[in-house]
């Protein structure tokens, strides 16, 4: 049995990080990245659910028919790339409970140090987060089988040297989270080791492990500690630190339970145990269709990018990403997702048996046909030639005579370029002066540094939701983009080919196309001014104005949010879903407590909350204004995204605590794979709330500089 659950979830990397219950920064178990087949949104009790005390067992809650799950808020979670995220556990929690006829309800905490309290209270029954189990937490809370181990190891700067030895520790000052599992392992080091003279700083942090890191790699400390798991993750998109000597013994990683609930631990337990040893099939496996159902897990290879897949506010996201979610929802099998890194040709992780279908807007190619098998095609792209609209068009080839092509020479159309010149055509071909994206390139176009590019038609297509000023020309032939699967897996190519014979053009895929390249609400959202009210700003000054006080924001920076979000528009809803005046996301909204479709005031309630909530999450040393301008970039991006933008402006020395100038200048960075590939939330159009910040800004100072002053 031990060494069933050993092998649980090995080869699979930690997805979700953060405090543990009573501060520590808790080591999560990491299985492939489960965006899971029906991607549950943010568990919250459902509208109408009240909770209780409960401080019984299995028997108890069988006669309530509940289960109750207690959770963080996501907060930390990351783009998962290959790793379970937080909703993937959360899933195989609900599919537990309803395996013992019992609902699955969630309670979210605000805080991980507040669950353990919560569990021992009796207001839930079982902690879905798993916490390294240590000595002091078994004397409190039952656990489970483990689902992961973890090591406690020495971080040091990648500049530094590796500390390999207790010795080595001399003279260094270590930073450990305050209340965390790392704390009591270095005063043991010292207790055991008094000759060996460090100095253990321990200080109240956010749980974020980036930010241990970031505070070793600033040289403000010279080591922290971090679970392997958590530092295997990190390594996945940071470079700038090193993994030295372990100071802890390999400890379990569990969920926890009251004391007294041995009936509830034996079921939870029987049901690892069986999914372990489905989890420990599936690395690497080559089989077919029949295969993939034994498992009950299908796993999509695919790119970190703004089509394939990606995370906004939080939700994972991309057309790609979307159309296998289906698919794997129709076999009743869980979608893993694993991210192939830029210098990784996705067709070698197949043929190893990595994954089971590559979905990545693939091109279809005599070379690509000869190592894989590709499905019908469902999407046709065209290299475009693209100028402004303060520009003369590109209809033809013979447009470009005179003008002159920005392309960046690694992209492919760099050859398309240099065919047209053998063509005799007399157009200027040149490389940007930095490494710059597609996406970039074509921002560049669209306000009129550059004179025109080539670039994929789809590509084109998002682009210009939100550059509405590009002006595509010339299309080249069409090409194909099709999924990949092994050459013998014909069982698996045909069931993908039914798929989107099925789906092709029907109901579901035009949806989901236009959501992503045809979405006519996310153009002019950012544009235009504010609509003019006789009395006041608009029609919910009256709504606005007892929120802002309640809430401490100005009632006009709401407002100015309010036209931003939606143009004062209640029945507006996003690309993704979003609603309400103040946009949204059904997710977030029953994560705070309010039920969805909104009306006017509860819509407006959610997204002031909401903003509130993202403000908390920010430095208390922060000025009033930056942490204003940090919680508005966190509402249209996500807290995530506005991190990583924080991380990296330290790295280029720009103040991480100043948005305009700093943050945002390194928000638009991280639309550039060199940027966004080793960032923790990956690929974000920074574009997006770098103008969402300014805009409100403007037009706040606008209302403030006009007749309508607060009251």
């Not at 808020?73 to 006829?101: H, V, W």
Request: with cysteine; glycine share 6%.
């Amino acid at each position: 049995m031990a060494q069933i659950i050993r092998i649980l979830f090995v080869g699979f990397t930690l997805a979700l990080l953060g405090c543990s219950p009573d501060g520590q920064v808790a080591s999560e178990a990491g299985a492939v990245s489960s965006a899971a087949s029906s991607a549950p949104a943010e568990p919250a009790p459902p509208p109408g659910f009240q909770n209780y005390v409960e401080t019984g067992d299995l028997p108890a809650f069988l006669e309530r028919g509940v289960l109750r799950l207690l959770a963080p808020r996501r907060e930390y979670q990351g783009l998962p790339r290959s790793g379970m995220p937080s909703e993937g556990y959360r899933e195989l929690a609900e599919k537990f409970a309803r395996l013992n006829n019992l609902e699955p309800e969630w309670i979210i905490k605000d805080s991980l140090d507040a669950l353990i309290p919560a569990l021992l209270a009796g207001e839930g029954d079982l902690v879905v987060n798993h916490m390294t189990r240590t000595a002091e937490r078994a004397d409190n809370v039952l656990f489970s089988l483990p689902i992961s181990r973890a090591t406690e190891r020495i971080i040091t700067p990648a500049a530094a040297p590796s500390v390999d030895s207790l010795e080595q520790l001399a003279g260094m000052r270590l930073l450990v989270p305050k209340g965390s599992s790392y704390e009591q392992t270095l005063a043991d080091v010292k207790a055991e080791h008094p000759d060996i003279d460090f100095t253990v700083v321990v200080r109240q942090l956010d749980g974020n492990p980036d930010t241990l890191v970031d505070l070793v790699t600033s040289g403000e400390y010279d080591a922290t500690v971090l679970d392997d798991g958590v530092a295997q993750t990190l390594s996945q998109y940071r470079e700038d630190f090193t993994v030295g000597l372990a100071v802890s013994a390999t400890r379990p990683v569990a969920w926890a339970m009251r004391p007294g609930s041995e009936h509830l631990q034996t079921r939870l337990n029987e049901f690892l145990t069986r999914y372990a040893i489905y989890a420990s099939m599936r690395d690497y496996r080559t089989d077919d269709l029949s295969g993939i159902k034994e498992r009950g897990v299908i796993r999509m290879i695919t790119r970190n990018n703004p089509t394939s897949y990606f995370m906004w506010r939080g939700e994972l996201m991309g057309f790609e990403y979307d159309l296998v979610k289906k698919y794997a929802s129709e076999q009743s099998l869980r979608l893993e997702v694993l991210v192939a890194p830029p210098n990784v040709d996705p067709i070698e992780w197949l043929l190893a048996g990595r994954g089971d279908v590559i979905a990545a807007a693939m091109t279809v190619t005599p070379e690509r046909s000869e190592r894989a098998s590709f499905t019908r095609y469902y999407n046709k792209v065209a290299e475009q030639l693209v100028t402004g609209d303060d520009r003369p068009p590109l209809d033809t080839l013979e447009d470009l005579n005179g003008r002159t092509l920005v392309i960046n020479p690694q992209h492919a159309y760099w050859q398309t370029a240099q065919e047209i010149r053998e063509l005799g055509i007399d157009v200027t071909v040149t490389a940007p002066n930095d490494n710059l994206s597609s996406s970039e390139i074509l921002l560049a176009v669209a306000e009129g540094g550059f004179d025109a590019t080539i670039a994929d038609s789809h590509l084109v297509s998002i682009e210009r939701q939100f550059a509405t000023n590009l002006v595509p020309g010339y299309g080249f032939t069409e090409q194909d983009h099709a999924w990949a699967v092994r050459p013998d897996n014909t069982e698996l190519l045909a069931s993908l080919n039914e798929f989107l014979n099925r789906h092709y053009r029907g109901l579901f895929f035009n949806v989901t196309y236009n959501k992503y390249f045809r979405n006519p609400e996310r153009i002019g959202k950012y544009q235009g001014e504010r609509l003019t009210v006789s009395d006041g700003l608009s029609p919910y000054d009256h709504l606005v104005k007892p929120l802002g006080r309640e809430y401490q924001f100005d009632w006009q920076l709401i407002i100015s949010q309010m036209y931003q979000e939606s143009r004062f528009e209640p029945d507006a809803r996003s690309f993704a879903g979003a609603q309400g005046l103040l946009q949204v996301l059904p997710s977030t909204a029953k994560e705070l407590g309010y039920t969805v479709p909104f009306d006017e005031l509860s819509g407006i309630e959610a997204g002031v909350s909401y903003l509130d909530w993202t403000r908390d999450r920010f430095e208390d040393y922060l000025p009033l204004d930056e942490r204003l301008w940090f919680a508005l970039a966190a509402y249209n991006a996500g807290f995530g995204h506005v991190q990583d933008a924080r991380r990296l402006a330290r790295q280029k020395g720009w103040n991480p605590d100043v948005w305009f100038g700093n943050v945002e200048r390194a928000m638009l960075l991280l639309s550039r794979r060199e940027y966004y590939s080793k960032a923790r939330f990956g690929y974000v159009r920074g574009t997006e709330p770098v103008q969402y910040v300014r805009n409100i800004r403007d037009r706040y100072r606008g209302y403030l500089a006009s007749k309508n002053k607060v009251r």
